[in-house]
Structures are given as C-alpha cells and as structure tokens.
C-alpha cells in the first residue's frame, strides 16, 4: 500500500511538472518567444554562476566533511606506503589547481559572454602561440608527475629486502590463508593436484622443507619495522590483497603466483590509540570481484612487536604435526631462538 | 582555400527522388535502409536500455544505501532474486554486471555513435545515404538481435551474467564460481558477439561514407568536428573490436569445449580441475585492448558533439579548428597504447607498467588542448543556452573533473592505492559515464528538431538539466573520498569492515540523490516521446543558424535527404561571426570581399 501511494505521488508530482512546462509553452507564445527565449538565457546564465559558487563550496564543505575520514590524517601503516601518501599530495595540489582554473573559467565565461544585443561575438578562430601554451605546459605537470610516480612505482615493485619475513598468502571463495615457512625460512612446495579437503592448500609433504610450516587462517600477524614478503597464490577465481592501510595491493592468480612487500611501520595498538578507536584493525579487503560472497572475503592482519610477534609464532603448531601427530615432528637443528621455542612447544604437546 | 579533390558521390541523386518508391510500413519504419530512420531505432532502442540500465542501477542502490531495510515490492519484482525484500547477493552482482554491460555498449556506444553516426554523417558530409545502407540496416538488425539475447538472459533460472562488465575468467568461466556463470554467462558472449558484428558493420560503413562520399567541395578539412570525431570513433572500433571478439570466443571456449585459454592450476567447490597452461591475465589483455580504446568510442562522439554545439551557440569559430582534429588523432592513436593501466595490480613487470604510466599520461595532453579550446571558443562569445548548449557546458566540466582524477590512476604508485575503490568508480563514471551521457543528451535536444521536425519542450529540459548536473556532482564527487579511504568496489554490503562502515550514511545520501536523478531522467524520457508527436512544429528550416549542411535539407527530408542537387561547398563549419556576419553556412560561395577563413 505505501509503495502505491509512493508511486501515485510520484506519478502526481510528474503531472504537475508536465502541465506546468506545457503552461510555459503557451506564455511563451503570449509573450513573444523571442522575449522568453532571452529572459531563459539570462537564467540560466545566472544559475551557471550560481553552479559555480555553492559548486566550490561543495568542494570546500565536501573535503570538510569526509576528508578526516580517509586514511590520511592517520598516516600511512607502512614504510611503502609514505612515498604513495606524498604523490598523492602532490598531484591533489596540482590537478586541484588546474581544476579550480577550468571550471571556474568555464562557468564565469558562460555567464559573463551570455548572449547580449548590444555585444558581437569576436571572430577568434585560432591562435597558435595560445596552443602552444597549453600544450606546454600540461606536458610539463606531467613530466614531473610521472617522475615522481615512477620513482615511486620502482622502489614499490622493486625486489624484496634479503631480511623480509617470507609468508604465504592464499585467496580463495571466500577466505584467506596463510603459511610461514617456520624456522627452516623455507616453505615446501605445493602443487593444487595434492588438494585434499584436510590438507586444502595442497601443500607436498614429501617436501622435508613443508614439515615446520605453519598454516594460519584468515588473520596474519606481523612484526612491527620489519620488511614482509608475501607470496600470493589464488586456488580458484582471481581475488586481490587489498591493504588500504599499508597503500598497497596485489592480485592473486590462479596459476601465477605474485609478490608483493612492505614494511609495517605503526602496531596495531599503536594504531588504535592514534585514531582514537578502539575497534581499529587493519583489514584485508578483497578487491577483485569473486563471487556472490566478494563482499565478506576478509582478512585481518596484527601488526605487533618483534616479542609479541616471536611468543604467537612458538604458540603455532606446524600444519604437518597437526595433520600428522602420528609421525614425529622432524628434529629441528637451528639456534634460531624461535625454532627452539616452537620446538619445545611441539615437545610439551606430545 | 583549398582545392582539396572530393570524390563526388555521382550517380545516386539519379537514381533517388524524393517520391520515387512507395514504402510500406515495414520497409519505412522497420527494415528501412534509410540512415535518418537507422538512427532512430539506434536512439529508440538505446533509450530503452538507458532506463533499464538506469533502473538496475537504482535497485543496487537500495542495497548498498539501505543494508538493513526490506523492500516487500522487490519481492514481488525479482521474485527469489529478493526473497524476503532483500536483494540477494548473486543477483546484486548480476545487477552491477548488467548495469556496466548496457550502459557501456548498448547505450553509450550503440545508442551515441549508432545514432549520431547515422544521423550527422550523410547529413553533414552531403550524401544522399551511407555507402552501404543494407549493411547499416544490418547493422541495426545486429545490434537488435543483440539486445534480444542480453534482455532474454535476464529471465535465466540462475540468473544473468554477474561476473562484472569485465567478465574476468576464470570467475565467467566457471559454473562453480558464481551462479551468473552457469548460463547466464554463454548468453552474454553469444550477444556481445553478435554486437561486435553490429558494430563493425556500422563503423566500416561510417568510415567509407566519410573518406569517399563528401559532396563537391567537402575536402576534409571542412568536415565538421562531429564527422571528425565519429571517424576516429568508428576507427578505434573497427581496430579493436575483433581483439574483443577473439577473447570473447576463446572464452566461449573455455566454458564449453574443455580449452584452457584461460585456466590453470584451480580447486574449484572442492573439484581439481584438469586445465594446464592457460592463463588468466591473457584474457585481461584481450578485453583492455578494446576495452580502453571502448572509452574513447564512448567519449570522442560526444566531445564532437560538444564542439559543435559550442561553437553554434557561441556564436563563434570553435577555437584550433586543426589542433581540435589533430588532439581527436592523438587520442584516437593513443587509447590503442595504454591498455594494460587497467592491470598494474596483476603482478607484471614493473617496467612494463612504467611504458604504460607513460603513454597514459601523455593522453592528458590532447585532452587538455581540447578544453582549453572549448574554453576560448566560449570567451568573447554571445552565448545562448539551449538545453544542448548547456549540456555541452556540462560535458566539458565533467569531462574536466573525471579527466584529472585520470591522472591519479594513470600514475601506477597512486593505483596500487586506488586501483578497485570506489575511487575509480567516480573517475569512470564522471569522464566517460556521465560525460558521454550528456554529450547524448546534448545531441539530443540539438538535433531533435532536425531529426522529428518538432522541438522539445524547453521548460522540461532545463529541468532536466540542473537535476542531472547537481544530482551527478552530488552522486560521484563524495566517492572519491570512500576511494581515498580504500573502500573497494561491487561491494554488497560495507557493514563487516571495520574500515568502510563508517560511510554508512554517505552511502545512504548518495542513494537518495540516484533516485531523484533516474526520477528526472524519466522527464526527459517522455519529453523525448511526447514532443515527438505532439512538440512544438518547426517552421524555421535552421533553427539554431548554424552552418552546417544538415540545416539546408528540408525540415522533413526524405530518403535521399535533398529534394534537388546536393549543395555544394565552399568553406568550413566554423565561420560564425565572421566579418560581421552571423553566420556563413558552408553552402554560401566565398564573397570577392570576404577575409580568408581557415
């Protein structure tokens, strides 16, 4: 009933518009057309000026109003991502300059050239020293953006520091997983073949180096300050890691792995206390459409200290002693002192 | 001025008179192989499809601004699609494809190019018809057939397509990825296929017209900047709508002859599948090989469209005449190198991304060259604001506003940040979404009285103007910010994310402002078929004095165009205001006192 009566409303707003722009119509022709037609014109060039002031005040109260909402007050989480924050500053200023130009010339010489009888339109066809002006310098703004972008774009992409941590991450419909490569720093092999429904990541066990790995669902924890590798894998459709928080992201393939590294700079804690939110988390959001349930693909990361982030690692079990607790957890030779907690954790298990 | 040799399109005003065959209702309005009669069914149909793609975008847009309610009639609408009143989120994806799918090719490239193509070339250059009009039918009849197969997809038990416009496989070739995927999908690429063959019926046609049918006189660099624009549009598709063909099929393939184009090492529902070697990212070059230079079929009809109507309404010449033709190639060379921006996120060579950043950014060039020229032409002018006039204004400050937030993207370090947000959805939908629709619709009220011989109603079509342009600032310009805050797109529902909920309200307020635009929308819409009938009738056979040829054939022209002769030519489009004259039309011989124009 109440979407009927919307609809009757709506059908009866269009009926009075209707009549009343018929109704112009004919006071149009009462009055002379030639008389309305200039008295329009006079309006609407009115109303352009009237667009272009409340339209910078929009701008202006727009930026007010959502810009505490973006992720640059609070800075960027990663290292990486500080050189994307500056570009970005850089081209706000100087595409928001020429914006301000266009438009505010475009709107102010609508209302200012409107038509007049007591003025002719000048016969201006074409000048090229003006071309060649604006020619110029718009290639010039754009040198000097692509080669900040660039600079960026090659420190961002370039290979990963020989210390990076090294993890595993995993997309598929619709969640995310992760695998560390324990204290051996080496993760075994996979191949999709082995896919069994306990050991969903396909991971070969014959691979000695698969035996410390450590799988993790749907939340990652990091160290704080310490560069991170993450070897991207898709199973089934392409998804992304998105991380809007670090300014990064990169696509998982099926059948090509990516990579992608960054440098957490700011804990999770840290972060809570600089938005002055309590509930903050930094999210994994899935940016490449993948299904019904592509909304929901989440995935969380901890950034923690070094201490908070070794006591999680030697709480983890190896996904080989929990697929296996039969067989022994293979002995573990290294002076790693997180090996050693992991080891002993795996000795208290059994 | 030049002597420039046309080839004269001899022989064929012998053959057509005005009167010469008697027509019946089905070779005048339904097979007609008149170009006037092809562009209205272009424009019929491509409004069609606007208010359809329109009104999906309007349903998506309860979901995302109102989560949490239940509209009862979507039930009733959608059936088990909103089982309870609440869009489900498999069609919520279907609706997203769909909406992207008939507002970029059966509204904006079918419905813009097909129109004004048909209608402006002959009219424009000074030919009695295209050089092929059974294949321009064919053409139409392509694109019909098309919009059959899209539209039957809808009523598919599993729903349409629902992978996005973009139908990155392997998500469009599995079933078991996504229900859209299951049949939905084979009808979406059966269609595309079928309007790839319409559109390049239409665009070999457009190009041969143009370069071999120019009346005596009409050397090239006369041609008015619509004919410019629609030439190097036809060029870009003709040049990369096959590429989309070839991925289309081999995808095709994919789905239902066991290929492995695109597929390689999945677990999909549990099932290892047996495809090897193929890969997904080639299935992304194929499609952005078209799909950028799509953008530019999109824009450049409606940045022709524009100019023309800046310089009539200015009364003036449009500025650069020359650096306006020679930006049209640039872009027009350009959109083919630039493709993979689309892809900077895929894990390719960073130096590969870098070319890229480069020839994407170069593309700003000529796009600025274009505005500043559109700014001189309005300085100085005596400008007069019809409802295609202002249109024309909007475009050129859409086109501002969407065109430097393309530097952000092109800029391969910004995308990493911005690639898949909403951001992007601001960036396309201001410079190519709303900005071709308004260089339409500018086209439109422009010519409306040319092609019906009555005008629409004026106090309706500002209206509809103001709406549109506050309504469309109003819709986009806040999304830059959920970009800039991360917030990805073809989302179902924000309220999980910790980092994105707090749009909620924004989301809701730009949900609002969708539903009184696509309101106003509907305005236009029945202007647009009420003047038809019952507009205001011509009397004035120029109505808006302006110089090109088309407003020297009657104001009813039949198939043919010109009763008598085909006028001659004897200088440009542009010659407004010229040594104290008005305007100059281009059939008027050159004076002895007369200064020389370009």
């Excluded at chain 1, 590798?229 to 998982?252: E, N, T, W």
């Excluded at chain 2, 624009?229 to 995808?251: E, H, Y």
Aim: aromatic content about 14%; overall charge neutral; proline content about 5%.
């Amino acid at each position: 009933m109440k979407e009927f009566l919307m609809i009757a409303l709506g059908a009866l707003i269009f009926v009075v518009v209707f009549q009343i722009a018929k109704a112009s119509e004919y006071v149009s022709i009462l009055k002379g057309e030639e008389k309305t037609r200039k008295q329009n014109n006079r309006i609407n060039a009115f109303f352009l000026l009237g667009f272009l002031v409340f339209g910078l005040i929009g701008v202006w109260y727009c930026n007010e109003l959502l810009y505490p909402k973006t992720l640059f007050p609070q800075g960027s989480a990663s290292v990486e991502g500080e050189e994307i924050d500056s570009m970005m500053m850089i081209t706000i200023i100087l595409t928001g300059i020429i914006f301000i130009i266009t438009q505010v010339l475009l709107f102010w010489f609508s209302f200012k050239y409107q038509e007049n009888d007591n003025r002719k339109a000048y016969y201006f066809a074409h000048s090229t020293k003006l071309e060649l002006i604006w020619t110029t310098i718009p290639a010039i703004v754009l040198a000097i953006l692509i080669v900040f972008g660039l600079k960026a774009w090659f420190k961002i992409t370039g290979d990963a520091p020989k210390d990076a941590i090294v993890v595993e991450v995993t997309g598929h419909q619709f969640a995310w997983e992760f695998r560390y490569p324990g204290p051996d720093k080496v993760l075994g092999k996979t191949n999709y073949k082995l896919y069994t429904a306990k050991n969903n990541l396909g991971v070969d066990f014959n691979d000695p180096a698969s035996h410390d790995d450590i799988h993790v669902n749907t939340t990652m924890h990091l160290p704080v300050g310490v560069p991170v590798k993450m070897v991207i894998h898709s199973q089934d459709v392409i998804h992304d890691v998105g991380l809007p928080h670090f300014r990064l992201k990169m696509d998982a393939v099926p059948g090509i792995p990516t990579t992608q590294w960054f440098t957490p700079k700011i804990t999770t804690e840290e972060m809570r206390k600089k938005t002055g939110n309590p509930e903050f988390t930094y999210e994994i959001s899935c940016d490449q459409l993948c299904g019904a349930n592509h909304f929901a693909m989440r995935g969380v990361i901890i950034v923690e200290t070094m201490e908070e982030y070794k006591k999680w690692l030697a709480e983890q079990t190896s996904e080989y002693s929990n697929l296996f607790p039969e067989k022994t957890a293979p002995a573990i030779n290294t002076t790693d002192s997180t090996a050693k907690q992991t080891a002993q954790v795996l000795e208290t298990k059994k | 001025m030049s002597s420039v040799a046309t080839v004269q399109h001899a022989g064929v005003h012998e053959v057509h008179h005005e009167h010469h065959h008697h027509e019946t209702f089905i070779s005048k309005y339904v097979f007609s192989q008149d170009h006037k009669m092809i562009s209205k069914q272009f424009l019929v149909t491509g409004i069609i499809w606007a208010i359809i793609g329109g009104l999906f975008s309007v349903i998506f847009r309860l979901q995302l601004g109102f989560p949490d309610t239940t509209f009862p009639w979507l039930e009733d609408l959608l059936g088990h699609w909103a089982a309870g009143g609440k869009l489900k989120p498999d069609f919520y994806y279907a609706l997203v494809t769909m909406h992207g799918t008939i507002l970029v090719f059966f509204v904006l490239t079918a419905g813009l190019s097909g129109t004004f193509a048909n209608y402006l070339i002959p009219l424009q250059i000074g030919a009695r018809d295209m050089a092929s009009p059974m294949l321009n039918m064919l053409s139409y009849w392509f694109f019909f057939l098309a919009s059959i197969i899209m539209f039957a997809s809808l009523f598919v038990q599993t729903g349409p397509a629902s992978g996005g416009w973009t139908i990155y496989p392997p998500l469009s070739a599995l079933g078991d990825a996504s229900t859209g995927s299951v049949v939905g999908m084979d009808y979406w690429l059966v269609s595309m296929a079928m309007f790839i063959v319409s559109s390049l019926l239409g665009g070999l046609n457009y190009i041969t017209t143009i370069l071999s049918m120019r009346t005596k006189g009409m050397s090239m660099t006369r041609l008015p900047l619509t004919v410019w624009a629609l030439l190097f549009t036809a060029i870009l598709g003709v040049l990369s709508f096959p590429v989309l063909f070839s991925g289309v099929i081999l995808l095709l393939f994919d789905r239902n002859l066991g290929t492995s184009f695109y597929l390689s090492d999945i677990v999909i529902a549990g099932k290892i599948l047996p495809n090897e070697g193929g890969s997904a990212i080639l299935f992304q070059h194929l499609f952005w090989f078209l799909g950028h230079p799509e953008v530019y079929i999109i824009a450049l009809p409606a940045m022709g469209i524009s100019s023309e109507i800046i310089s009539v309404n200015s009364r003036k010449p449009i500025f650069g005449y020359m650096a306006m033709v020679g930006s049209l190639f640039a872009i027009c060379t350009l959109a083919f190198l630039v493709w993979a921006h689309h892809m900077f996120v895929t894990g390719m060579n960073p130096f590969l991304g870098s070319v890229f950043v480069l020839l994407t950014l170069l593309i700003a060039v000529p796009s600025a060259i274009k505005v500043f020229n559109w700014l001189t032409t309005l300085w100085r002018g005596n400008i007069r604001f019809t409802p295609g006039m202002l249109f024309s204004i909007g475009f050129v400050s859409l086109f501002i506003s969407g065109g430097l937030t393309g530097i952000f993207l092109g800029n391969s370090a910004l995308d990493l940040h911005l690639h898949d947000t909403y951001f992007v959805i601001a960036h396309f939908h201001i410079v190519m979404g709303v900005a071709s629709i308004f260089g339409m619709l500018a086209g439109i009220y422009h010519w409306f009285p040319k092609m019906f011989g009555r005008y629409m109603n004026n106090t309706l079509a500002y209206i509809h103007f103001w709406v549109t342009i506050v309504g469309a600032y109003l819709i986009f310009w806040p999304m830059h910010y959920e970009g800039l805050a991360g917030m990805p797109r073809r989302y179902y529902d924000y309220s999980g994310w910790n980092s994105f909920k707090m749009f909620a309200g924004l989301n809701e307020f730009i949900s609002f402002v969708v539903i009184i635009v696509f309101a106003v929308q509907l305005l236009f819409v029945f202007n647009f078929f009420y003047s038809m009938y019952k507009g205001r009738k011509v009397t004035n056979q120029n109505p808006w004095q302006s110089n090109t040829l088309e407003w020297t054939a009657p104001i009813h022209p039949g198939h043919g165009n010109w009763p008598g002769e085909i006028p001659e030519v004897y200088r440009g489009a542009y010659e407004y205001s010229k040594d104290g004259k008005e305007y100059i039309p281009q059939n008027v011989p050159v004076g002895d006192e007369e200064t020389k124009g370009h």
